[in-house]
């Protein structure tokens, strides 16, 4: 699944490695691998239609 945090629009596009509870491991295009705790961040998901 492909997700933007919605506090580091800088960080870009990021793409869900694994969730293991509340913890949610992403790989941003500018931020690299981040482990976020979804209790205290909602993830805002990218469909991907406003791009080309």
Do not use: C
Not at 9 to 22: E, K, T, Y
Not at 31 to 39: L, T
């Amino acid at each position: 699944m492909l997700v933007r945090h919605p506090g580091q629009g800088d960080w870009g596009l990021g793409q869900v490695q694994s969730v293991i509870g509340a913890r949610v491991t992403v790989n941003f295009e500018h931020a690299g691998k981040v482990v976020i705790d979804s209790k205290r961040v909602t993830l805002v998901p990218d469909y991907g239609t406003d791009r080309p």
